[in-house]
DNA sequence: TTGACAATCCAAAACGTTTTCGGTAGTTTA
DNA sequence: TAAACTACCGAAAACGTTTTGGATTGTCAA
């Protein structure tokens, strides 16, 4: 039905070679064939077929972009959509396409996550969204097929990753609470299979540290990064230490469920208790009072991720890890 | 350097045809015979490829999912991740594939969207977030591409949509504002040139009617569906008409920047102005007071669009229009 | 005049599958 | 005992490209 290279060749009256050699910028061929086989082609409507050429070449330009459990992890849509775009934004602008593959579904499906990509001979990976005790994390570490993960450590010859730096990143936010006086601070930490989640909570401990506070196990509660989550969270933790003036979060979202709950409980904010959060959603800058929180560059996260692939695909280099920056921003919880 | 098919059926001492219909279930090859090229295949580790069947098949159980400018369109997150999600999961459990499609990066790489989809023998796209008057619109509705619009009424032989119920949503939303007794209610649309935008004017405009109410121009505006236009809305309305008594904003974020102005201004909500939303995203929520809204189910959205699409793929069913029902979600901010 | 050398072009193999059309045994039926 | 049938298997063509290794001209220098 569609048509082919051979229709075009017939209707130029020329061989398919020359066709080929006509589209891809050869020079041994006349030029007034050239612009004849080109205006034939235009005519004819003719497009080359991609998996035609996959098939010959040996290589598809296309990556996948896993997202574990795509549909369970719809709650984090402020963080995974920005690095979506941004990934995609890169990879596209550099003619690879990308195809979007769920560990879930692969899992209803009974195909392994490596089955999945090696059969549509995906050329690489870009990983989000996936948990330290996920199965699939050995998978993708064990495999031969070059991938980077976001927010996931995993570093082989073929595996790389960009995150933001948290331990630091969490020692911002936790300074600028001590700095405005608090001692008493508590954390509602991600959980705990979360990469992030454990350098956060180094960041915290290493900001008590030089500050010259002792630790206090009831001021630390794992959550869901989620609203609800935070807003239990906050919950156990006024009942576990009512004195705390500060609590910092590990997520604008838990962030706002736990200042949901402390203004049902009549606290003000930051007056009797002041609230930092983690990644700079949109949502943190419209919440009343706006949030005081850690910024995370979601969209260059993409695009170092989608570069670092490249950078392995196309100049074959050893991939590496790459941590980002972290910022503080001010607003008025604080 | 990927193991083939003839790799196997030499391991195994057979033909590769006898390979093929041994994976693909035939059931002309022997009991032992199919047991040997099983285990064979499974220990060089093969893996059919997708690309060479695809070929050969004509067929690449590969679907586009077009998202216009997805990089300009992130502060669309809140509404269009769900929907994403729900045509991820019913495509993939039906084993089609789905390709993350740009039209910005297709307009950077001089690749018309059509051009796109035939040289990857895409076999069908699921479109959104465009615009009426994207150049893009035509090129759907004209291809001979089976797809599906999102919140998009094109309708043809190979195009069908789906889309919430604007016109009553919008009712809804008014509906419940003049039952609380609101006569002088105000507009914030979104753009002009989005299909929503026009059929929830409509809705609007037929719920004054039956309320015997008429309409008036100053008490309409336009904007973006973002928060900050919302904002920059809701202060030019109150301007022109400081005697309204409540606001229908055609998104959640306008709501949302609208009820920021408000707060700023010192106009208590809902006493001194009572505010509806539209979309029912997550933030709406979590705001204070929480915002009272017109529901619309995304994931379904999505679902329902990946079956409109399959049914044409797979049972080559007319296209049609789709109406998914809306919801009024009453809060605290009416 | 002839050999070399561009400038153009093409036939055929290859990529990894599926499928059509047989072919060869062995087994049953008439 | 021959014919028909079953059960199992293989050779080869096809899908739409790219690329290798020439082939055919014509032109120019010797």
Redesign the pocket.
């Known amino acids: 039905m569609?048509v082919?290279?051979?229709d075009v060749a017939r209707a130029a009256?020329?061989?398919?070679?020359?066709v080929?050699?006509a589209?891809?910028g050869y020079d041994?061929?006349?030029?007034d064939?050239r612009k004849r086989i080109l205006k034939v082609a235009k005519e004819l409507n003719?497009?080359?077929?991609h998996v035609?050429?996959s098939?010959?070449?040996?290589q598809t330009q296309n990556v996948g972009l896993l997202i574990s459990d795509f549909n369970a992890n719809r709650g984090a849509h402020h963080f995974l959509f920005d690095v979506m775009a941004g990934v995609h934004d890169r990879l596209a602008s550099l003619g690879y396409d990308v195809t979007l593959v769920s560990t879930t579904t692969a899992r209803q499906r009974l195909v392994s996550y490596i089955d999945f990509c090696t059969e549509r001979r995906l050329e690489g990976v870009i990983v989000m969204g996936m948990r330290l005790d996920d199965p699939y994390m050995q998978e993708v570490a064990e495999a031969k097929l070059p991938s980077v993960g976001i927010d996931l450590p995993i570093l082989s010859r073929y595996c790389g990753y960009v995150m933001t730096d948290n331990v630091n990143g969490a020692k911002l936010g936790m300074q600028h609470l001590l700095s405005k006086g608090h001692r008493r601070i508590g954390f509602v930490n991600g959980h705990q299979k979360a990469a992030v989640s454990v350098d956060r909570m180094r960041g915290y401990q290493l900001a008590l540290e030089t500050a010259g506070i002792d630790s206090d196990p009831d001021l630390i509660v794992h959550s869901n990064f989620l609203v609800e989550g935070g807003e239990a969270a906050t919950e156990l933790l006024l009942s576990r230490a009512p004195d705390i003036t500060a609590i910092f979060y590990a997520s604008d979202l838990m962030a706002l469920g736990g200042m949901r709950y402390l203004h049902r409980v009549g606290k003000r904010i930051p007056e009797d208790v002041a609230v930092v959060g983690y990644d700079n959603v949109d949502v943190a800058e419209w919440s009343t009072p706006a949030l005081t929180t850690v910024s995370q560059r979601r969209f260059e996260m993409g695009v170092y991720a989608a570069d670092m692939l490249i950078g392995m695909l196309q100049r074959d280099e050893e991939p590496g890890g790459r941590l980002l920056p972290s910022e503080l921003v001010v607003r008025q919880s604080t």
């Open positions: 569609p082919t290279i051979r009256g020329v061989s398919i070679t020359t080929s050699r589209f891809n041994d061929v006349g030029p064939t003719y497009r080359p077929s035609a050429r098939l010959v070449l040996q």
